[in-house]
Protein backbone atom coordinates (compact mmCIF):
# COMPACT_ATOMS: atom_id res chain seq x y z
CA UNK A 1 0.00 0.00 0.00
CA UNK A 2 1.18 3.46 -1.18
CA UNK A 3 0.16 5.12 2.28
CA UNK A 4 0.79 8.75 1.21
CA UNK A 5 -1.33 8.01 -2.13
CA UNK A 6 -4.36 6.68 0.25
CA UNK A 7 -3.59 9.99 3.11
CA UNK A 8 -3.74 12.34 0.06
CA UNK A 9 -7.30 11.11 -0.86
CA UNK A 10 -8.78 12.48 2.99
CA UNK A 11 -8.84 16.14 2.50
CA UNK A 12 -11.08 18.34 4.26
CA UNK A 13 -11.23 22.42 3.56
CA UNK A 14 -12.22 23.14 7.00
CA UNK A 15 -10.31 23.46 10.58
CA UNK A 16 -11.82 22.05 13.39
CA UNK A 17 -11.36 19.13 15.68
CA UNK A 18 -15.18 18.22 16.22
CA UNK A 19 -15.04 14.89 13.78
CA UNK A 20 -11.26 14.25 15.29
CA UNK A 21 -13.13 14.21 18.92
CA UNK A 22 -16.23 12.32 18.14
CA UNK A 23 -13.68 9.53 16.25
CA UNK A 24 -11.27 9.47 19.67
CA UNK A 25 -14.33 9.01 21.30
CA UNK A 26 -16.10 6.24 19.38
CA UNK A 27 -12.64 4.27 19.66
CA UNK A 28 -12.33 5.15 23.30
CA UNK A 29 -8.56 6.10 22.57
CA UNK A 30 -6.59 8.35 24.86
CA UNK A 31 -3.22 9.14 24.88
CA UNK A 32 -2.45 8.55 28.21
CA UNK A 33 1.60 8.63 27.64
CA UNK A 34 4.35 11.54 28.80
CA UNK A 35 4.79 14.04 25.65
CA UNK A 36 6.06 17.49 25.16
CA UNK A 37 3.78 19.23 22.81
CA UNK A 38 5.48 21.76 20.59
CA UNK A 39 3.66 24.69 18.53
CA UNK A 40 5.29 27.93 16.50
CA UNK A 41 5.09 29.28 13.28
CA UNK A 42 9.39 28.82 12.76
CA UNK A 43 11.84 26.46 14.69
CA UNK A 44 9.11 23.61 15.99
CA UNK A 45 10.33 21.02 13.54
CA UNK A 46 14.06 22.08 14.48
CA UNK A 47 12.73 22.01 18.59
CA UNK A 48 11.10 18.69 18.38
CA UNK A 49 14.44 17.10 16.25
CA UNK A 50 16.73 18.64 19.19
CA UNK A 51 14.72 17.48 22.23
CA UNK A 52 14.20 14.12 20.83
CA UNK A 53 17.94 13.73 20.19
CA UNK A 54 18.54 14.73 23.85
CA UNK A 55 16.05 12.23 25.30
CA UNK A 56 17.95 9.39 23.00
CA UNK A 57 21.18 9.88 23.99
CA UNK A 58 20.21 9.82 27.12
CA UNK A 59 18.90 6.14 26.93
CA UNK A 60 15.08 6.52 26.96
CA UNK A 61 12.65 5.30 24.32
CA UNK A 62 11.92 7.90 22.30
CA UNK A 63 8.68 8.84 20.08
CA UNK A 64 8.67 11.64 17.86
CA UNK A 65 5.63 12.63 15.47
CA UNK A 66 6.87 15.61 13.30
CA UNK A 67 6.14 17.16 9.80
CA UNK A 68 9.18 16.21 8.11
CA UNK A 69 8.92 15.91 3.59
CA UNK A 70 7.66 11.87 3.54
CA UNK A 71 5.21 9.70 5.76
CA UNK A 72 7.93 7.10 6.60
CA UNK A 73 9.91 9.74 8.26
CA UNK A 74 6.87 11.17 10.07
CA UNK A 75 6.69 8.69 12.82
CA UNK A 76 9.77 6.95 14.38
CA UNK A 77 10.94 5.97 17.54
CA UNK A 78 14.64 6.04 18.29
CA UNK A 79 15.57 6.62 14.63
CA UNK A 80 13.45 3.95 13.75
CA UNK A 81 10.92 4.71 11.26
CA UNK A 82 6.98 3.05 11.82
CA UNK A 83 6.71 -0.30 10.19
CA UNK A 84 4.39 0.09 7.07
CA UNK A 85 2.55 -3.07 8.07
CA UNK A 86 1.54 -1.27 11.23
CA UNK A 87 0.59 1.12 9.46
CA UNK A 88 -1.55 -0.78 7.08
CA UNK A 89 -3.15 -3.04 9.79
CA UNK A 90 -4.38 -0.19 11.69
CA UNK A 91 -5.31 1.27 8.12
CA UNK A 92 -7.66 -1.80 7.78
CA UNK A 93 -9.15 -1.71 11.13
CA UNK A 94 -10.15 1.90 11.17
CA UNK A 95 -10.82 3.36 7.87
CA UNK A 96 -14.82 2.56 7.63
CA UNK A 97 -14.56 4.93 10.88
CA UNK A 98 -11.86 7.16 9.22
CA UNK A 99 -14.58 7.89 6.22
CA UNK A 100 -17.44 7.60 8.81
CA UNK A 101 -16.49 10.32 10.65
CA UNK A 102 -14.74 12.57 7.64
CA UNK A 103 -11.15 12.58 8.81
CA UNK A 104 -8.25 14.38 7.39
CA UNK A 105 -5.20 13.10 6.47
CA UNK A 106 -3.40 14.94 9.35
CA UNK A 107 -5.60 13.47 11.90
CA UNK A 108 -5.29 10.30 10.49
CA UNK A 109 -1.53 10.72 10.50
CA UNK A 110 -2.12 11.71 14.09
CA UNK A 111 -4.40 8.73 15.31
CA UNK A 112 -1.60 6.45 13.92
CA UNK A 113 1.01 8.21 15.84
CA UNK A 114 -0.54 8.47 19.05
CA UNK A 115 -1.64 5.11 18.85
CA UNK A 116 1.88 3.21 17.83
CA UNK A 117 3.73 5.70 21.04
CA UNK A 118 0.89 3.71 23.28
CA UNK A 119 1.27 0.62 21.61
CA UNK A 120 5.20 0.53 21.59
CA UNK A 121 5.29 2.38 25.25
CA UNK A 122 7.55 5.07 24.70
CA UNK A 123 9.07 6.82 27.41
CA UNK A 124 8.63 9.94 25.74
CA UNK A 125 6.97 11.21 22.40
CA UNK A 126 7.99 14.74 21.16
CA UNK A 127 4.64 15.76 19.31
CA UNK A 128 4.81 18.70 16.97
CA UNK A 129 1.51 20.39 16.06
CA UNK A 130 0.36 20.49 12.19
CA UNK A 131 -0.98 24.15 12.67
CA UNK A 132 -2.11 26.38 15.08
CA UNK A 133 -2.49 24.74 18.28
CA UNK A 134 -6.05 25.25 19.59
CA UNK A 135 -7.88 23.09 16.78
CA UNK A 136 -4.62 21.08 15.75
CA UNK A 137 -5.47 17.04 15.86
CA UNK A 138 -2.18 16.60 18.40
CA UNK A 139 -4.25 19.16 20.96
CA UNK A 140 -5.66 15.77 22.41
CA UNK A 141 -3.90 14.70 25.57
CA UNK A 142 -2.37 16.65 28.56
CA UNK A 143 1.70 17.58 27.72
CA UNK A 144 4.41 17.41 30.56
CA UNK A 145 5.78 20.63 28.33
CA UNK A 146 4.09 22.70 26.21
CA UNK A 147 6.64 25.14 24.04
CA UNK A 148 6.10 27.77 21.73
CA UNK A 149 8.35 28.24 19.38
CA UNK A 150 8.28 32.16 17.14
CA UNK A 151 5.25 33.32 16.12
CA UNK A 152 4.32 35.05 13.16
CA UNK A 153 1.40 35.74 10.69
CA UNK A 154 0.68 32.17 8.83
CA UNK A 155 -2.30 29.85 7.96
CA UNK A 156 -4.03 33.14 8.01
CA UNK A 157 -7.64 31.72 6.08
CA UNK A 158 -7.89 29.21 9.25
CA UNK A 159 -5.87 31.26 12.28
CA UNK A 160 -6.68 34.38 12.16
CA UNK A 161 -5.04 37.91 10.06
CA UNK A 162 -3.39 39.31 13.48
CA UNK A 163 -0.52 37.84 15.81
CA UNK A 164 -2.78 38.21 18.58
CA UNK A 165 -5.28 35.87 16.52
CA UNK A 166 -2.57 33.40 15.78
CA UNK A 167 -0.61 33.61 18.88
CA UNK A 168 -4.18 32.79 21.07
CA UNK A 169 -4.50 28.90 18.62
CA UNK A 170 -0.94 28.34 19.36
CA UNK A 171 -1.58 29.30 23.29
CA UNK A 172 -4.38 26.96 23.29
CA UNK A 173 -1.60 23.99 23.94
CA UNK A 174 -1.08 25.40 27.01
CA UNK A 175 -2.83 23.52 29.70
CA UNK A 176 -3.08 24.52 33.83
CA UNK A 177 -0.49 23.56 35.99
CA UNK A 178 1.97 22.43 33.11
CA UNK A 179 4.92 24.28 32.34
CA UNK A 180 5.57 26.47 29.32
CA UNK A 181 8.43 27.55 27.06
CA UNK A 182 7.63 30.55 24.87
CA UNK A 183 9.95 31.46 22.10
CA UNK A 184 9.90 34.96 20.39
CA UNK A 185 7.14 36.63 20.35
CA UNK A 186 6.60 40.67 19.13
CA UNK A 187 3.78 42.83 19.13
CA UNK A 188 0.15 41.88 19.81
CA UNK A 189 1.17 38.55 20.13
Avoid: W
Avoid at 53 to 65: D, M, Q, V
Amino acid sequence: MDIESYLSSYIRNDYQRDNFDAFLRKVDFKFTKPAIHIAGTNGKGSTASYIYRIYIENGYKTGIFSTPDTFEETIKINDKSIENKYVEDLIKEYEKLFKKFDLSAFEIQTFIALKYFEDQDVDIAIIECGMGGELDATNVFIPVLSIITTINIEHSMFLGESLSAIAAHKAGIIKEGVPALIGKVDGDA
